[in-house]
Structures are given as C-alpha cells and as structure tokens.
C-alpha cells in the first residue's frame, strides 16, 4: 500500500481492484491489485505548415501554431486517460522526470495534425481564396469550433491558435502579387501626393509673397500720403504763426505810434513832422504785410507742388510693382501647368504602352491557339473550313448566291439535233458534258492554288484509288459531321 499525491499540473488516473474503469483524483491510496498513472494536464505547442486548395483550385501554405492541452475537468480526463495516456502499441512509455504521462507525444500530436488537417481542408474547400484572405477571423474561428468538435471526444482542449501569414506553394504567385499591387498602388498614390503637396506649397508661396509685396506697396503709399497730410498741417501752421507774428507786430507798431501820438500832443511843433513820420510808417507796414502774405503763398504753392509730385511718384511705383508681381505670378503658373501636363501625358503614354503589351500578348497566344487547332484539323485548309463553319460563311454564301439569281427567271432551252424519235439520242448530255468538266477543272485549281474542294462537293483521287478514303480525311469527316451535328 502506498499513498500517492500528484503535482500540481497533473493528476493521478487509478485502475485496478474495486473501480470500474478509471479514477481521476489529485491524491490516493493505492491498494493492492491497483495501478497509478500520472497525466500532465500541461499544454504543449504544436506548429504545423497545412497545404490546401480553395475552391478555385488554388493551393497555398496555411502556417498554424495551435495550444492543445487536456480539459481540466474529471469526465474529459477520463476520456483522455483511456484514449491517449498509452503509446500507439498500449505501453505507458513516455513519461517525465517526475513519473507524470506527458501530452506531446507522437501519436497525440499525429492524431491531433489529422483532425486540424481534415477539418481545416473541410472548410477551405468551400471558400474562395478572396474569402480566406479577407475574412481570416471568421476562418480561424470556424477551424477552432471544427477541430475542438472532433478533440471533445478525446478530452482534449484548444487553448490558443494563431494561424499566421498565408504563403503561396509551388508556383502559385497569388500573395506576392497582392503585396505588390498594393505596393505599387500606395507608392504611385505617395507620388501623386507629394507632387501634389508641393504644388500647392509653391502656389501658396508665390501667393503670400505677391500678398506681401502688395501689403508693403500699400503701406508705402499710405506713408507717403500722411507724409504729404503731415508737410500740408505744418505749412498751414507755420502759416498761422507768421500771421500771428505780424499781428503782434502791428500791435506793437500802434503802441508806438499811439505813444508818439502822446509825445506829439506835448510837442505841437512836432506834429508835422510827427504826421510825416506816420504816414511813412504806415506805408512801410503796409509794404511789409503785402511782401509777407507773397512770400508765404509762394512757399505754400511749392511745398504742395512738392507733395503733390512725392505722391504721384510712389503710386506710380507701386502700379509699376503690382505689374511685375502679376506678370511673375502669371509665368510661374504656365510653368507649372505645363510640367503638370507633360506629366499627364508621360502617365497616358505609360498606360498606352502596357495596354498595347497585352493586346500583343493576346493576339500572340490566339496565333498559337488558331495553329495548335490547325493541326487538330489536319492543317490550313482544315482551319479554314472550321473557321468558315463556325462564321456560317457557307451559309452566308449561300444566301448571297440565292438573293443575286432571285428574280432571274432562268429558261433552260435544250437542244437535240438528233432526228426526232430516233434512237440513241440522249437529252441530257449537255449537263452530263457539264459535270465531266469538274474534275478537270478542280483538280486545275489544286495545282495552281493548292486549294481542295470540300468533300461534301468532290474529292480528288489518290493513290489508294478514288473509292478509299485516307486517315486524315476520315478524321476530318468525323470533325465535320459533328460541327454539323452541333451546328443543327
């Protein structure tokens, strides 16, 4: 009697005396005439590369790492304990360090690469490869429910699977040419945006340095007007003091005058003198308030003058600057509109070319479609008749020649020289006379063209004599019997 205890990520699986078929405890008693396993429930990776073939006949590598590991439940151990503890042959060999069954072994994992194997072909064979590749989280959830279905019955669980990258297999370049579609298409679209980037950079360039140039020319006129206000302000006020000036100038030249006055009332001999002296004051002051008010029109006159000509000299420079800029603007746009257009032109010519390649490409492989089916049909003349066949020439000939001799009203008239009733005259030599004629005539065309005549009209003789037909002609019987037989 022992007493034994399991590891943690294991359990005990006990037979023997006294159970019916298996026990699955973490710790026991073991009697006698009783046996003790123990079964890791310790997952294990198994990485596997499935190839398979969607339903457009497309095979390709499915690499897949699936997580498997026994369910931690009593009822799936048992399962497991009775199926997949032994080796293919029965005997509990693989075992740990520790004396535990481990889970990786072969014929698990063999079992195990079947059913993901069966289950995952299953589902690809009903998908197109477009499916597949669009919809991988749908497909790996729909393998993961599949496969986990058919590991219930063994106690087995799927912890994880990470299907990874789909490859192409053999020569199938499907993925490849995928990533580089779409390599080319972003890298022509990264293209497209950067020139289109840097053209509205350069637009927008140009537009804020023409804005600039405008702003300054417009404060540069704005200057120069409040510097001609501001020279007209001080005109006026200098205007203002010098009227000032004379005022008090007067003023001062009455009191003297009125102090005079005082001076000549004392002094009565004086007055005349004193009136004298009056009087050329008064015309000296009159004198110098005319020479005055001249002077200061004259400097007014010249300082608006000038004004007036500093003004119309920055708007002038300012309509010659505006001109210029607009110009410039002007030839830089039909700059970059013709590099635009010749790079239009240059994408055109490159689409034309690859469309001519294909076209080429095309009528190439339908030259050698039209050869390979000239000798399935016993050369040229065979192709043709098949071509004619299908293109209902005959038929259209046909039609022609009824519709040209339509409406012609023919009169055969056939005469016999022959006395009338007399034996031996035959009245339809002339169209036996016609007939013979044929041979000679289509066997004339055959040296000269090397064209033969259908052989619903006439076949030539041979060596094998006129009533045997040769092997090529029995097939190309055969061939015309059966478009007739389509045909209708």
Same mark, same amino acid.
């Given at each position: 009697?022992?007493f034994?205890?399991?590891?943690?990520?294991?359990y005990?699986?006990?037979?023997?005396?006294?159970?019916d078929?298996?026990?699955?405890?973490?710790?026991?008693?073991i009697?006698?005439?009783?046996?003790?396993?123990?079964?890791?429930?310790?997952?294990?990776?198994?990485?596997?590369?499935?190839?398979?073939?969607?339903?457009?006949?497309?095979q390709?590598s499915?690499?897949a790492? %699936?997580?498997?590991?026994?369910?931690?439940?009593?009822?799936?151990?048992?399962?497991?304990?009775?199926?997949?503890?032994?080796?293919?042959?029965?005997?509990?060999?693989?075992?740990?360090?520790?004396?535990?069954?481990?889970?990786?072994?072969n014929h698990?994992?063999?079992?195990v690469?079947?059913?993901?194997?069966?289950?995952?072909r299953?589902?690809?064979?009903?998908?197109?490869?477009?499916?597949?590749?669009?919809?991988?989280?749908?497909f790996?959830?729909?393998?993961?429910e599949?496969?986990?279905?058919?590991l219930?019955?063994f106690?087995?669980?799927?912890?994880?699977?990470n299907?990874?990258?789909l490859?192409?297999l053999?020569?199938?370049?499907? %993925?490849?040419?995928?990533?580089?579609?779409?390599?080319?298409?972003?890298?022509?679209?990264?293209?497209?945006?950067?020139?289109?980037a840097?053209?509205?950079?350069?637009?927008?360039?140009?537009?804020?340095?023409?804005?600039?140039?405008?702003r300054?020319?417009?404060?540069?006129?704005?200057?120069?007007v409040?510097?001609?206000?501001?020279?007209?302000?001080?005109?006026?006020?200098d205007?203002?003091?010098?009227?000032?000036?004379?005022?008090?100038?007067r003023?001062?030249?009455?009191?003297?005058?009125?102090?005079?006055?005082?001076?000549?009332q004392?002094?009565a001999?004086?007055?005349?003198?004193v009136?004298?002296?009056r009087?050329?004051m008064?015309?000296?002051?009159?004198?110098?308030?005319?020479?005055?008010?001249?002077?200061?029109?004259?400097?007014?006159?010249?300082?608006?003058?000038l004004?007036d000509?500093?003004?119309?000299?920055?708007?002038?420079?300012?309509?010659l600057?505006?001109?210029?800029?607009?110009?410039d603007?002007?030839?830089y746009?039909?700059?970059?509109?013709?590099e635009?257009a010749?790079?239009?032109?240059?994408?055109?010519?490159?689409?034309?070319?690859?469309?001519?390649q294909?076209?080429?490409?095309?009528?190439?492989?339908?030259?050698?479609?039209?050869g390979?089916?000239?000798?399935?049909?016993?050369?040229?003349?065979?192709?043709?008749?098949?071509?004619?066949?299908?293109?209902?020439?005959?038929e259209?000939?046909?039609?022609?020649?009824?519709?040209?001799?339509?409406?012609?009203?023919?009169?055969?008239?056939?005469?016999?020289?022959?006395?009338?009733?007399?034996?031996?005259v035959?009245?339809m030599?002339?169209?036996?006379?016609? %007939?013979?004629?044929?041979?000679?005539?289509?066997?004339?065309?055959?040296?000269?063209?090397?064209?033969?005549?259908?052989?619903?009209l006439?076949?030539m003789?041979?060596?094998?004599?006129?009533?045997?037909?040769?092997q090529?002609?029995?097939?190309?019987?055969?061939?015309?019997?059966?478009?007739?037989?389509?045909?209708?």
């Amino acid at each position: 009697m022992w007493f034994h205890v399991s590891e943690p990520n294991s359990y005990l699986a006990v037979t023997g005396a006294g159970i019916d078929k298996v026990k699955i405890v973490k710790k026991a008693l073991i009697l006698p005439f009783q046996k003790v396993a123990k079964i890791s429930i310790t997952p294990f990776d198994f990485s596997m590369a499935l190839q398979a073939m969607t339903s457009e006949k497309l095979q390709f590598s499915l690499p897949a790492v %699936f997580t498997i590991g026994p369910l931690d439940e009593v009822s799936a151990l048992e399962k497991y304990a009775v199926l997949l503890t032994g080796d293919s042959d029965g005997q509990l060999k693989s075992t740990t360090k520790s004396g535990s069954i481990g889970t990786g072994r072969n014929h698990v994992q063999d079992i195990v690469k079947g059913i993901i194997e069966g289950e995952t072909r299953s589902i690809v064979s009903n998908m197109t490869m477009e499916e597949l590749f669009n919809n991988r989280r749908l497909f790996k959830t729909q393998v993961i429910e599949c496969v986990q279905k058919e590991l219930d019955q063994f106690g087995l669980r799927i912890y994880n699977a990470n299907v990874k990258e789909l490859q192409d297999l053999g020569d199938s370049r499907y %993925f490849k040419s995928l990533s580089r579609k779409a390599h080319e298409g972003a890298q022509s679209q990264a293209q497209v945006d950067v020139a289109n980037a840097r053209m509205i950079g350069q637009v927008g360039e140009a537009e804020k340095q023409g804005e600039t140039k405008q702003r300054i020319a417009k404060v540069n006129a704005q200057t120069a007007v409040l510097e001609t206000e501001r020279k007209v302000e001080k005109a006026v006020a200098d205007q203002k003091l010098k009227t000032k000036e004379i005022q008090i100038q007067r003023e001062l030249n009455l009191a003297q005058i009125a102090a005079e006055r005082a001076a000549q009332q004392t002094d009565a001999e004086l007055q005349r003198g004193v009136e004298e002296k009056r009087a050329g004051m008064e015309l000296e002051r009159l004198r110098a308030t005319t020479v005055t008010q001249a002077k200061i029109a004259r400097e007014s006159a010249e300082q608006k003058a000038l004004a007036d000509y500093l003004s119309n000299t920055k708007k002038t420079d300012a309509a010659l600057y505006q001109q210029r800029a607009e110009a410039d603007a002007v030839a830089y746009r039909g700059t970059k509109d013709a590099e635009v257009a010749a790079l239009l032109k240059e994408r055109d010519a490159q689409a034309n070319y690859i469309v001519k390649q294909k076209e080429a490409a095309g009528i190439a492989e339908t030259a050698k479609a039209y050869g390979e089916l000239a000798k399935v049909l016993g050369g040229p003349q065979g192709l043709m008749q098949y071509l004619m066949l299908q293109t209902n020439t005959y038929e259209k000939l046909a039609n022609a020649n009824a519709k040209a001799i339509n409406g012609l009203q023919p009169k055969i008239n056939v005469w016999n020289t022959g006395a009338a009733g007399a034996e031996g005259v035959d009245s339809m030599a002339p169209i036996r006379n016609l %007939f013979q004629t044929l041979p000679p005539l289509l066997s004339t065309i055959q040296d000269q063209t090397g064209m033969q005549p259908p052989s619903w009209l006439a076949r030539m003789g041979g060596e094998e004599g006129v009533n045997e037909m040769s092997q090529q002609e029995k097939v190309r019987a055969k061939q015309e019997a059966l478009m007739n037989g389509n045909g209708h």
